[in-house]
């Protein structure tokens, strides 16, 4: 990956709607050749996908919890079941596979606090292999952000 693909991925990053014409310009090439380097950059999976940022509270999903999950064992039939669960439930955002006291850090949305605790109860409590589930619930956002550092 060169200097050119990096200030694509960037200005990608920046604005995902931004027309190959516009994008071409801004990092120096004729369209065609911008359009092979993004078309290369997302079969490599470099560009995994393109999205719309929401705010989660404008969309009903005002309650942002970080779970820390520990698992009871760390076989692989154990850590495979947790992990397909995770991927099956909508509101869970993100799950992260972590070095420390917890085994995953997780990402989840709710309604309300009365729909975060039913989620759990519901779902999260019913995956086998837990161990313990601590909750951090998110009040405010000081930063968030989709961008690699340049």
Sequence with gaps: MDAIDKNIISMLQEDGRITNNDLAAAVNLSPSPCLRRVRKLERE????????????NKCGWPISVFAMVSLQRH???????????????????????????????VHIVGKSLADYEKFVKTKLHTIPGIASIESHIAYGTVKRSFQLPK
């Design 45 to 56: 999976g470099v560009i995994r996908d393109y999205t719309a940022v929401v705010d989660h």
């Design 75 to 105: 076989d692989e039939n154990t850590v495979q079941t947790f992990e397909s669960h995770v991927r099956n439930l909508d509101m869970i955002l993100e799950c992260f596979l972590m070095a420390g006291s917890a085994d995953y850090l």
